[in-house]
């Protein structure tokens, strides 16, 4: 009596199995799959402040960890204390740690002297250097110190601070949304 039931479950398990796997692995034939690979465009001043929860003329006083992401893949995050010395959008505290993205380890852990790294490839995207000021656009949270830089721009010394303020003033008011995406591709 227990065999036609175990045979009747056993046949019952593989049919379903079966028909599980066909489905998953045959799909609809006119299937898409779509992959966006868009970031933050940051050609434009207006799309910065609109993309960044916080934005703030800061100094960088000093550099902490860097955070290597996985071992198999080049580059980290490289944590900065850094000093508020205006807030251009949103509310912060006056001192922050910060992660920035970074290629690579730095060569030295000692505090000062650092190096002076090479310019960014993109000038929105400065490598920070303790003892110099930035605009950055960052958000805050996650798990790189109290927030994670997505902007950053050199400050220079010459440059009016009032004026500069001023002009991300407009640039915020102006709220202004970048294009769609144009870089998805699509398979199927």
């Not at 799959?33 to 050609?43: E, I, P, Y």
């Not at 893949?73 to 807030?87: C, N």
């Not at 004026?163 to 915020?172: I, N, P, S, T």
Request: negative net charge; charged residues 20%.
């Amino acid at each position: 009596m227990k065999r036609p039931i175990v045979a009747v479950v056993a046949t019952a398990t593989v049919l379903t199995c079966g028909a599980v796997s066909y489905a998953a692995l045959s799909g609809p034939a006119d299937a898409l799959t779509v992959h966006s690979l868009c970031a933050a465009d940051t050609s434009r001043d207006e799309y910065v402040a609109t993309n960044n929860e916080q934005l703030a003329v800061v100094t960088v006083t000093g550099r902490e960890a860097y955070l290597e992401e996985e071992p198999e893949l080049p580059g980290g995050v490289q944590l900065y204390r850094v000093h508020v010395d205006r807030v251009l959008k949103g509310g912060t505290a006056a001192d922050l740690v910060l992660g920035q993205s970074s290629e690579a380890a730095p060569a030295s852990t000692a505090p000062e002297p650092e190096p002076v790294p090479a310019p960014a490839p993109d000038p929105a995207q400065a490598t920070l250097v303790p003892d110099r000021q930035y605009v950055v656009g960052f958000h805050l949270g996650g798990s790189y110190g109290d927030g994670y830089v997505m902007f950053s721009r050199t400050v220079a010394p010459a440059e009016d601070r009032e004026e500069l303020a001023g002009h991300w003033r407009r640039a915020v008011a102006a709220r202004q949304e970048q294009p769609d995406c144009e870089d998805t591709t699509g398979t199927g």
